[in-house]
């Protein structure tokens, strides 16, 4: 990876954590998950209207550190108008670019390779997959907490 492109990632990250975007409670949302990576201490809220099929709106509340702040932020925008059928597959290849076997594997995924160095930090893959997981709860199994742990 050039210098360019590492200090690019970093300031995507820095920016979405600053500045979270779908930073919101959706009230009477149709999905709701917890999730809780208590290794870090990150705790947050997704909330998910799905409609026909597709995810309509999309927003998250909830403490946690820069990587899984920016984290859900990028997921949010990524996944707003993507069906559920594509939300699982770019879980997927999300899930492969920071802790498959061999990196990028499933394709580029646009932003959120922004993420793509936590790869090499273990205990950060915990926080940046954390919305992941947390999401795919919300829009599988509603109600439920996802756990890193
Ligand atoms: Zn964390």
Redesign the pocket.
Known sequence: MTVDLRSLYQEIIVDHNRRPRNFREIPGADRTANGD?P????RLTVYVNVRGGMIRDIGFTGN??A??TASASLMTEALLGKTEQEAAALFEKFHDMVAGPERGAGGSIGKLEALAGVREFPV?V??AT?PWHTVRTALNTPGRTASTE
Do not use: M
Not at 39 to 42: N, P, R
């Open positions: 990576n290794l870090c201490g990150d946690g550190c990587i899984s950060r915990k926080c954390l």
